[in-house]
Nanobody, 126 residues
Framework: QVELVESGGGTVQDGGSLRLSCAASGRTLSGYTMGWFRQAPGKEREFVAAIRMNGAHTYYADSVKGRFTISRDSAKTTVYLQMDGLKPEDTALYYC???????????????????WGQGTQVTVSS
């Protein structure tokens, strides 16, 4: 069992920045694929970004490319999502997810991830 804990959400103005963190409680995430997803009220959950903890390959949704950056720490225990140029449409509950057995074609599919955090709220005001 992997416990994931997100932090770093908050309220910012249009164009602002936030950095989200996702930490695994007491263990390494080596070998995992870690993803960030978000869900706005009344909308379906959507993929934001993912990273292979070994090799650090990254993947992004088109809507956040060039604005968001996913990264990990050298100890492979924490994943970050640096969000710059935030827009009101980025407002959502952001979730961290992890899985050890994802193939490349599945990194954007939430149902393929076994472990999820509780979510952290990001609100962007206009």
């Amino acid at each position: 069992q992997v416990e994931l804990v997100e932090s770093g959400g908050g309220t910012v103005q249009d164009g602002g920045s936030l950095r989200l963190s996702c930490a695994a409680s007491g263990r390494t995430l080596s070998g995992y694929t870690m993803g960030w997803f978000r869900q706005a009220p009344g909308k379906e959950r959507e993929f934001v970004a993912a990273i292979r903890m070994n090799g650090a390959h990254t993947y992004y949704a088109d809507s956040v490319k060039g604005r968001f950056t996913i990264s990990r720490d050298s100890a492979k225990t924490t994943v970050y999502l640096q969000m710059d140029g935030l827009k009101p449409e980025d407002t959502a509950l952001y979730y961290c997810a992890g899985d050890r057995h994802l193939i490349v074609s599945s990194v954007g599919i939430g149902s393929q991830y076994d472990y999820w955090g509780q979510g952290t709220q990001v609100t962007v005001s206009s």
